[in-house]
C-alpha cells in the first residue's frame, strides 16, 4: 500500500491539509459531497470521491469516509476538524488498527462543542 492520507473535511481546511501532506510526499485523497465538486481543495487532491445523500451531513458519515479510505487503499485518516469526530462512535472506528488517524483527537473536540 501506497503512503496516502484521505482528508475527511472540505474547503481550506482540507486545501492546507492536502498541501502538507503533498510537502512530505504523502498521496492525498478528498472526499467530497455533491455540491463541493468543483471546489478548490478537491482539484488538488490526487484522487476525490464522492460521498452520498446531504452535502451538509456526508462529511460526518464514518461508514462512508472509512469505505472510501478503504476503496482508495489510504492508510491514514485525517477527520478534519471536527467532521467525522463530532459524530457518536467515530473516534473508535477512525482508530481501527488498518487506519492511522491523523489531526485532532476526539477529546479536544468535545471539549470545543460543550463550550459553545
Same mark, same amino acid.
Given at each position: 500500500m501506497s503512503e496516502s492520507l484521505l482528508v475527511a473535511n472540505w474547503g481550506d481546511i482540507a486545501r492546507r491539509v492536502i498541501r502538507a501532506a503533498r510537502? &512530505? #510526499?504523502?498521496?492525498?485523497?478528498?472526499?467530497?459531497?455533491?455540491v463541493d465538486a468543483e471546489l478548490p481543495f478537491v482539484a488538488k487532491a490526487d484522487e476525490a470521491v464522492e460521498l452520498s445523500g446531504n452535502p451538509g451531513q456526508a462529511y460526518r458519515d464514518p461508514?462512508?469516509?472509512l469505505d472510501a479510505a478503504r476503496r482508495t487503499g489510504?492508510?491514514?485518516?485525517?477527520? #478534519?476538524? #471536527?467532521?467525522? &469526530?463530532?459524530t457518536p462512535g467515530p473516534p473508535q472506528r477512525c482508530a481501527m488498527p488498518a487506519w492511522c488517524g491523523? #489531526?485532532?483527537?476526539?477529546?479536544?473536540i468535545f471539549v470545543m462543542d460543550a463550550t459553545r
Open positions: 510537502e &512530505l #510526499g504523502i498521496r492525498t485523497v478528498a472526499v467530497h459531497s455533491s461508514r462512508q469516509v489510504a492508510a491514514a485518516v485525517h477527520p #478534519g476538524y #471536527g467532521f467525522c &469526530l463530532r491523523v #489531526g485532532p483527537s476526539a477529546e479536544p
